[in-house]
């Protein structure tokens, strides 16, 4: 049988037995996208991936689709939603080709200029239907325009040029760029030739099946190398590839000795990284072509396998400069693959594969014997033998008909012991061994107590003394001796061996001492056969996070690891504590499930939420750094089984899980590309909605009245491979004082109730929540302050002071001289009524004896006198008494507090509490003056519960402390 190669990343790979390596992602209609059929696809300047479907244009930014269509009425919109081409041209601007014409892109508005003809002329082009735009990256931009003329703009001195095709009885059909942006061109009959330069080089096709048809809509794709390839799309001819000039092309069909093609329609081609070639057909996939080794392979729909490309009529293919390869299908969206983004080989169950694919899916464990192949134990599955060099998998199932046979088909755990037998343990099938031929079975039986005490099997264990453990789910631990076949039962609870029933791990470390891993925590057994418990204790720091435990290793560093339901615990056996790792450390999940150590010292474990590699800083002992992985990366799943993992002797890594099992070679991990690109502003919100593009994309400095000062920003990292791993922060300048970490699900930060003022709303971005770009100032704004609050205002408000200050003063000064006046008026009225009184007493004392009678003086007192002074009275009689209140003060007088409080204030323009307080004071003033009593005798004396208040109140009312007082 024919085996064919896969090619990825230059190696050569027989596909029996190998895990999938070109393994996709997806995108469609579910994720947003405006159709699934997809016509074409272009990244532009800024980064984001653009899509053409027969209902709209679809932006992507590598978490969201925004979708542009065809709006009545509305003249920036696009002519048309159905999309037929896509391409860079001046400037770098999106050029739109749609049924009804050619559109221009405007970034800065996201809106859409339709007369492209007024473009054309303002450029000097020739005003005719635009068919393809190619951009070289100096800023040169080549037209194919219809009639097959080509031309070129210079963007930077804005000239043009047109190139007449060397054969006039012909017309040119495609353009392309190579390598070094020289533009080359193919007409009807097939024939290449480079456009401009001295001596251009022509490729010949020559092919008589296309010279009898009259030629072809010819297409042409120029490789890294420089070698044409010319296909006609939609036309079942395949594909010509010239290895050389001025030799006859190699034509590649489904006949074909060297690189047959499955499909002889081909609708696209695109370059990778690696230098394959990627040939887009219709219902055969993708079909990949190594030209150095001319070897193809076929990337194929499976519908059992979601990572496979979506569908096999590949309708445009499109190598972004991050190295992405997209290709968009006819009615499954868009599949989209870089090397990095899955990291790790996967195999699955794949139907009508027989051998040469795993026959069964969920994977418990996994054993490597002498050859370096592999024994899986499956959830349901039986046992299988992975032969790695023939790469075949064989199967072996329970047979009720055969006593020989695998006694149950779930494996719990497989052990090679040091005489290289192979043993099993099942569930609910005792132990097993293999002997090569068949399998020897060991099976409870009530009656023989030398029996093994339970028919599920959870861990088998040899040790350094050769005692061979085995412990079971519901029995505890035995010791087998494999030379009689007989059991030790050791029991379990407080009478035996271990306290737990259920023995889910054992490991011996260097010292000699043996783990067990329990329900109920774990126990050591000490070299010297006493044992040390440990267990959770709730609140304990340097605890067992969990009691259940999954699985227990010790690294090369002596250090025991315990994987638990709730947290990774590292034990240091110097203090005897656990240092336990949770989500908050980094780990993609609490419930740890398996744990393995590489060839380099990195902990891996699995979880239900995916792989995560632990490694300790170098510079900083005691100092972590996570690394998870998901399903995004190729893992099987998410969640993985339990103790299904598995050091191989070439270093790889083995994780199983309930859809297959990975496998993981530290040493080539590819990093994703090394910088995110920048973050962008995708959305702008005044009061919770979103505001037109053009109100806000490049306007600089926004200005926004007072009342818009609740605002919104949303972002993307432009960062397609896997966006859950883009991290952000932002921080509003005028606001905020520090970074604040961004909600990664709706990468949108909000402020309400901004204060007038200039902001600049900064991002940072990160691809693993550590280490931080610079920051990118991505929009400056200034909320103007209501008119009330501007200098005008305040001007006026000044200038109103002012003026009724000025016209206070002058009514105050008219008063004054009014009354100035009228005293003296009523001085001189007095001073004449005196005059005439002392005449007419002068008359009468002249004329008649007077005798007068008066009562003696005595001072009379007013009602405010009166209070006030027995308020005096009142306060000088409690003075003593620190607890002497404003209510006692109240009470003592006769009077309401709210009475007490009006009249003090009304009299003395000072609370009761001053009141007293200050004289208090006064009083203290007098004995300060008058006694020998220390500062702090005066101030109990007065009243006050504390010298310190005393001295603070006394300072305030006589400018010094008591002490300089008295001096």
Not at 291 to 300: D, E
């Amino acid at each position: 049988m024919l085996v064919r190669l896969l090619i990825v990343g230059g190696c050569l790979l027989s596909i029996r037995g190998v895990a999938q390596t070109v393994q996709f992602q997806q995108l469609n209609v579910e994720d947003g996208l405006s159709h699934n059929h997809v016509t074409a696809i272009v990244k532009d300047k800024r980064g984001f991936l653009w899509f053409g479907t027969p209902t709209g244009l679809s932006r992507y930014d590598g978490h969201e689709v925004k979708v542009f269509r065809h709006v009545t009425n509305q003249p920036r919109s696009i002519s048309d939603s159905d999309i037929l081409g896509l391409f860079i041209g001046p400037e770098e601007r999106l050029w739109v080709k749609t049924k009804l014409g050619m559109n221009i892109y405007d970034d800065r508005r996201e809106e859409f200029t339709r007369n492209v003809d007024s473009v054309l002329q303002s450029m000097g082009l020739p005003v005719a239907e635009v068919l393809d735009v190619r951009r070289a990256a100096h800023g040169k931009c080549w037209f194919l325009q219809a009639g097959g003329r080509v031309s070129s703009y210079e963007e930077q001195g804005h000239t043009v040029a047109s190139y007449p095709w060397i054969d006039p009885t012909s017309s040119v059909t495609g353009i392309a760029l190579d390598r070094s942006g020289n533009a080359w061109a193919v007409d009807h009959k097939g024939t290449v030739c480079q456009l401009g330069g001295d001596h251009p080089i022509s490729y010949q096709l020559n092919d008589r099946e296309v010279t009898y048809q009259g030629g072809a809509d010819f297409r042409l794709f120029m490789d890294r190398s420089g070698q044409p390839w010319v296909y006609a799309s939609g036309l079942s001819l395949g594909v010509y590839w010239w290895p050389a000039p001025r030799t006859a092309p190699l034509h590649f069909t489904t006949a074909s000795n060297i690189i047959p093609l499955n499909n002889q329609i081909i609708f696209g081609m695109a370059e990778d990284a690696d230098g394959n070639i990627w040939i887009a057909t219709d219902h055969g996939g993708v079909n990949l072509v190594n030209p150095n080794t001319k070897q193809v392979s076929y990337l194929l729909h499976d519908e059992y396998d979601d990572r496979t490309i979506s569908q096999n009529s590949i309708m445009a293919l499109y190598c972004d400069r991050d190295g992405i390869m997209w290709a968009g299908t006819f009615k499954r969206g868009v599949s989209y693959y870089h090397p990095s983004q899955i990291q790790f080989a996967l195999f699955q169950r794949q139907r009508g594969r027989g051998e040469a694919v795993l026959p069964f899916d969920d994977i418990n464990q996994f054993v490597e014997d002498s050859l370096g192949n592999v024994w899986i134990g499956t959830n349901g599955g039986g046992l299988i033998y992975f032969d790695r060099r023939t790469n075949r998998f064989i199967q072996y199932r329970y047979d009720p008909q055969d006593p020989h046979s695998l006694s149950s088909d779930v494996i719990v755990n497989l052990y090679i012991d040091r005489e290289r037998t192979l043993w099993v343990g099942t569930y609910h099938g005792g132990l097993n061994r293999f002997d090569g031929r068949g399998f020897v079975r060991y099976l409870h039986d009530p009656l023989d107590s030398t029996s093994i005490p339970d028919n599920s099997v959870w861990e088998i264990y040899e040790d350094t003394q050769g005692r061979f453990w085995i412990g079971t789910l519901n029995a505890g631990l035995a010791r087998f001796d494999r030379k009689t076949g007989c059991f030790t039962r050791l029991g379990y609870g407080e009478q035996g061996f271990t306290l737990s029933a259920y023995i889910s791990a054992i490991t011996e470390d260097q010292r000699g001492g043996v783990w067990f891993g329990t329900a109920n925590g774990v126990e050591l057994l000490n070299p010297d056969g006493t044992f040390t418990l440990f267990s959770y204790k709730d609140n304990k720091p340097g605890a067992l996070s969990n009691d259940h435990v999954n699985e227990i290793i010790e690294d090369r560093k002596r250090r025991i690891w315990v994987a638990t339901r709730d947290g990774l615990n590292l034990y240091d056996a110097a203090t005897g504590l656990f240092r336990s790792f949770r989500m908050e450390d980094g780990l993609p999940d609490n419930a740890i499930l398996g744990v393995v150590e590489d060839q380099e010292g990195t902990i891996w474990v699995s979880t239900a939420r995916g792989i995560s590699a632990i490694r300790e800083e170098k510079t900083t002992p005691g100092q972590w750094r996570f690394w998870s992985y998901d399903r995004r990366d190729g893992l099987q799943g998410n969640a993985f089984n339990e103790d299904a993992t598995c050091l191989l002797s070439t270093g790889e890594l083995l994780f199983g899980g309930p859809s297959g099992f990975n496998s993981i070679d530290p040493a080539h991990i590819q990093s994703p590309p090394q910088t995110l690109t920048l973050p962008v502003l995708t959305d702008f919100q005044l009061l919770n909605r979103s505001v037109d593009a053009s109100q806000w994309l490049d306007r600089g400095q926004l200005r926004l009245s007072h009342d818009q000062n609740t605002v919104g920003f949303v972002v993307a990292s432009l960062y397609f491979l896997n966006k859950d791993r883009a991290y952000f922060r932002y921080q509003l300048e005028g606001f905020d004082s520090e970074w604040v970490l961004m909600d990664r699900r709706t990468r949108k930060a909000t402020f309400t109730n901004l204060d007038p003022g200039k902001y600049a709303f900064r991002v940072m971005v990160s691809e693993d929540g550590e280490n931080w770009s610079k920051p990118y100032t991505l929009s400056t704004f200034t909320i103007r302050p209501p008119f009330w609050k501007t200098g005008w205002a305040y001007f006026l408000y000044v200038a109103f002071g002012l003026g009724t200050i000025l016209l206070i003063r002058y009514i105050e000064r008219t008063r004054e001289k009014t009354r100035f006046a009228l005293q003296r008026e009523r001085q001189e009225a007095r001073s004449k009524l005196e005059s005439v009184l002392k005449q007419q007493a002068s008359m009468e004392q002249a004329y008649k004896k007077k005798l007068d009678v008066f009562p003696s003086e005595k001072p009379v007192m007013t009602t405010d006198e009166l209070f006030l002074r027995k308020a005096l009275e009142t306060v000088e009689q409690h003075m003593g008494e620190a607890g002497f209140s404003v209510e006692s003060f109240a009470e003592a007088m006769h009077v309401s507090r709210v009475s007490l409080y009006k009249r003090i204030v009304t009299l003395t323009g000072h609370t009761p509490s001053e009141f007293i307080r200050n004289i208090r004071l006064r009083r203290g003033a007098q004995l300060l003056e008058q006694s020998g009593l220390t500062v702090a005798e005066i101030a109990y004396e007065v009243g006050f519960s504390n010298p310190k208040p005393f001295s603070k109140y006394f300072k305030q009312l006589y400018g010094v402390a008591p002490s300089a007082y008295r001096k």
